[in-house]
């Protein structure tokens, strides 16, 4: 089985929130880590923008990637959200058991 960090950005601690709850009702992840105050600076439209944001970190199985991509693109508020899957290398048994069994049993 292998594992995943799933990094994105919202807008607001609301909308991270609510993607989270979303993923976590289907068991596509295992656990969010919301990280509430950011500056961002990125290129959108050939200029230099700067917005306020939050990160999520969420911890999740690899199979569910595409489902997890398609449900943060559904609830988003962003055209373009920033969707990154880290593969996870080295994990604890412990809670690599946790996470399997987080996000493979119906609720």
Known sequence: MKFLLIYTTCASVHEAKRISEILLKHNLIACSNI?????????????IAQ????????KAIEENFSEIEKQIKKF???EIPCIVGLPISQIDDDYANWLLQSTTTET
Do not use: A, G, V
Not at 35 to 47: A, C, T, V
Not at 51 to 58: H, K, S
């Open 76 to 78: 988003h508020s962003y």
């Open 35 to 47: 990280y509430p105050s950011m500056i961002s600076l990125y290129k959108w439209n050939n200029k």
């Open 51 to 58: 917005d306020d944001e939050c990160t999520i970190i969420m």
